[in-house]
């Protein structure tokens, strides 16, 4: 237990950073209450370098890496994938009943035998209709089902990425990384919903567009093979003009996130520094570079969204091109035997074979757009912390608040002089000190190295053990440590504002 209050020792130190740290007997500086001199240390502002194991190369698809969360979800996927097959089922009954609607239609307007047509007309059309609402039913189902898969894969994906933020280094948040806070905060809120869209694309097409795409050419096939072949002509060609055109827009997409990026952590950075931009008449300023940012964002989204939209055309006037062919075809083979029912159920066919087609086209743009939200999150995962405990690391019951700095010596890039260099200083149980100083004279790096934000090279010591083999997690939850932390930055903050 700490003594009372009237027990408490108190001493102050003064920090300066503008002089060199004394040299004394056997090359340790003492840091006692004292002159400015004789307990001052310099602090060196330098970049952070990661000094940890290389990380391994990502995977050249960003999908592979998501592919944990979205397998988690797999009931869900499982369901929204049998409502597919529904509805394609349903397609594969429909197409034969249109193909001999009109026939019946015909006999029905015929004089012999009329009453019996239409009657077989009415049960044709009800069972067209109900062909199409049960596949309207099932297409709802499938995609909501997968929705809501693609949505709970992006939120687990996104609790994630929060869960390996905490986990960063100090110095990440700090900037010596350059990631804006902005960035890190657009990354994680809106480009997840990105990824949504993109896995969704991605559940929808595996199967569902697969199964119509496969059911549709086998009836295809099975009305005519010859005008099956030379329809499946047209069908590279549309993927030639798919693949060419996202490659593109991946590029396009990329830009857009990064320029939203930009703009968002500018809009983080000044809006809490309004103060500091009307203080020093800073508005004409500030707004050409908002105008620039915002010009340069609504160029790329621009340029992004015009490409979207040629993408369907292109692959429309490429389907265009294979209904010519088609057409060409049918002339080649008109001297053979051919019914206008089978023509139409043929046709009928073709349309809903273009359709997964198009949605295939539809699908590779949603995940050439999110690729880049892909990669910029799992970015943000992908670090190995200096900071670590050891094997060996000691877990503390609780802290009685002796700590030693013994020659503490710390430094921002191996092979760089030393940022806190020699520094000595006793705390003992029950004593308070103040740190006084200007600011950068390191009051804030002491206490940063002593609940290891930082990892000092060595000389730190809690409860007569080193703190670097103390465990990393207890030392921020003992409240003998954080709650004067607390106060103490609180007295930093006052300070260096007066």
């Known amino acids: 237990m700490a003594p009372p209050l009237s027990a408490l020792v108190s001493r102050t130190l003064t920090l300066n950073p503008h002089l060199s740290r004394p040299r004394s007997r056997g090359g340790v500086a003492p840091l006692i209450p004292a002159p400015a001199a004789a307990s001052a240390f310099r602090l060196r502002a330098t970049a952070i ?12 698809y960003p999908l592979a890496e998501v592919f944990p969360y979205i397998a988690a979800e797999w009931e869900t996927i499982a369901k929204g994938w049998a409502c597919a097959a529904a509805a394609v089922y349903c397609l594969s009954r429909a197409v034969p009943a249109a193909g001999r609607l009109p026939r019946v ?37 499938q995609q909501a089902l997968l929705w ?65 795409l496969i059911t549709m050419g086998i009836q295809m096939v099975t009305i005519d093979p010859m005008l099956s072949f030379l329809a499946a002509t047209v069908i590279p060609c549309m993927y030639v003009v798919i693949a060419s055109l996202g490659k593109r827009l991946r590029q396009m997409s990329k830009e857009a996130h990064l320029s939203l990026a930009m ?84 046709l009928t066919a073709l349309a809903l074979v273009v359709e997964p087609i198009q949605d295939l086209g539809k699908a590779y743009n949603e995940y050439k757009q999110g690729e880049p939200a892909l990669e910029r999150i799992f970015d943000l995962m992908r670090f190995n912390p200096e900071v670590n405990d050891k094997p060996s690391a000691t877990h ?3 802290v009685n608040g002796d700590i030693k700095f013994h020659d503490v010596t710390f ?5 760089m002089p030393p940022v806190v260099d020699g520094v000595n200083l006793h705390i003992r149980p029950g004593e308070s000190i103040a740190f006084v100083g ?50 103490y930055l609180n007295c930093i903050c006052s300070y260096n504002m007066d």
């Open 411 to 415: 430094r921002y890039v191996d092979g």
């Open 105 to 141: 239609l015909a006999a029905a307007g015929g004089g012999v035998g009329a009453g019996a047509a239409v009657d077989v007309a009415a049960r044709g059309g009800l069972a067209l209709a109900a062909f199409a609402s049960a596949r309207a039913a099932a297409a709802y189902a």
């Open 263 to 346: 703009l968002t952590a500018y809009l983080n950075d000044v809006v809490p520094s309004m103060l500091t931009v009307k203080a020093n008449n800073g508005e004409l300023k500030e707004m050409l570079r908002f105008q620039k940012l915002a010009r340069d964002d609504l160029k790329n989204n621009l340029d992004k969204k015009k490409m979207k939209t040629l993408i369907p055309q292109a692959v429309r006037a490429t389907y265009i091109g294979g209904l010519l062919l088609l057409c060409a075809g049918s002339i080649v083979v008109s001297g053979m035997s051919f019914h206008a029912e089978g023509f139409l159920s043929f």
């Open 148 to 212: 809501e898969a693609a949505l709970r894969a992006a939120g687990r994906l996104r609790e994630r990425a929060f869960e390996r933020l905490l986990e960063r280094d100090l110095a990440f948040f700090e900037g010596r990384e350059g990631v804006a806070a902005g960035d890190v905060a657009h990354r994680i809120a809106d480009e997840a919903d990105d990824v949504a869209d993109a896995v969704f694309s991605v559940l929808n097409t595996i199967v569902p567009t697969s199964l119509q």
């Open 49 to 60: 370098t990661d000094s940890s194991p290389p990380l391994p190369p990502p995977p050249p």
């Open 396 to 398: 503390l019951q609780r």
């Open 438 to 487: 200007p600011s950068g004279g390191g009051k804030t790096t002491l206490a940063k190295l002593l609940l290891r934000l930082y990892h000092p090279q060595s000389g730190i010591g809690l409860n007569t053990s080193k703190i670097l083999c103390i465990c990393l997690h207890l030392l921020p939850s003992a409240q003998d440590l954080a709650f004067p932390f607390i106060g």
